[in-house]
């Protein structure tokens, strides 16, 4: 179970870094960087899914409940890059989600980890490009 744990944040992590390379490689005008940014922003949701089942300790439900809505966080946020349509209830349930989850696990485990900074950085990029303060 500990090396699925390690490769999941590995392509989690690669994942997360392609979607900055796709964000400026789309201002500089590289003509695929919507196809890597649909690529790295779906990889990036469904390892988040898999990371909150994997998760251990006290506050598993909440893990699962925050990569859930880091998925959905993700998903909102790549429909609303696209100018696709019905981004918005998904970057509120999405950011809502992963900011709540992350706050409550860190009351719970006393620490922090890789996934609640992932989700909370999720979380403020979802709360600002709904106030239309990002991007």
Sequence with gaps: MNK????????????FLLIFVAFFAGKYGFQQARTLQIVAWTTFA???????????????????????????????ILFKSMAWENYTQMLLIGGITSVVGSIIIFVVNKKADSLMFKALL????????????FL
């Design 4 to 15: 699925l744990k390690n490769a999941l944040v590995t392509i989690s992590n690669i994942s």
């Design 122 to 133: 999720i979380g403020v990029i979802c709360f600002l490009l709904h106030q239309g303060t």
């Design 46 to 76: 469904f390892v988040a899914v898999l990371e909150g089942f994997t998760a251990s300790g006290k506050a598993k439900v909440f893990y699962l409940i925050m990569m859930l809505g880091v998925a959905v966080a993700s998903l909102g």
